[in-house]
Nanobody, 123 residues
Framework: QVQLVESGGGLVQAGGSLRLSCAASARTFSNYAMGWFRQAPGKEREFVATFTSSGARPDYADSVKGRFTISRDNAKNTMYLQMNSLKREDTAVYYC????????????????WGQGTQVTVSS
C-alpha cells in the first residue's frame, strides 16, 4: 500500500511563495506517474502539475504556468511543488498523487492520494 504525506502548506500574502513536499512510501517511487492537484471550496479537484514522460518533462495547468515548478528527488521518494507569485485564486487544498499513466491530468487516472495540505493566499 502506497502512502503519501504532504507538508508545507500555510497562510501567505499575495505575491509570496510556498514550497509543498510530498513524501511517498512507494518502493519504486520513480516508476510512478506523479501529479499535483488542488481543490477550492465548492469546486472540483483540478490538475496543477505533472511530469509528461520518464524524462521528467513537466506539464502545468495554464493558470500556474510560469509561477509553479514541479520537481522530485527519487532518492528521497519525495516530490515538490514550488509556488511563487501566489494569487488569492490559488487558495485551495493541495493534493499530491501517484498513478500509472504518465502525463495524466485527470484525477481519476491516479491511484494513490495524500491527505491534502491547505494553502491560503491573502490579499
Amino acid at each position: 500500500q502506497v502512502q503519501l504525506v504532504e507538508s508545507g502548506g500555510g497562510l501567505v500574502q499575495a505575491g509570496g511563495s510556498l514550497r509543498l513536499s510530498c513524501a511517498a512510501s512507494a518502493r519504486t517511487f520513480s516508476n510512478y506517474a506523479m501529479g499535483w492537484f488542488r481543490q477550492a471550496p465548492g469546486k472540483e479537484r483540478e490538475f496543477v502539475a505533472t511530469f509528461t514522460s520518464s524524462g521528467a518533462r513537466p506539464d502545468y495547468a495554464d493558470s500556474v504556468k510560469g509561477r509553479f515548478t514541479i520537481s522530485r528527488d527519487n532518492a528521497k521518494n519525495t516530490m515538490y511543488l514550488q509556488m511563487n507569485s501566489l494569487k488569492r485564486e490559488d487558495t485551495a487544498v493541495y493534493y499530491c498523487a501517484l498513478g500509472h499513466v504518465l502525463g495524466a491530468t485527470r484525477p481519476s487516472r491516479y491511484a494513490y492520494w495524500g491527505q491534502g495540505t491547505q494553502v491560503t493566499v491573502s490579499s
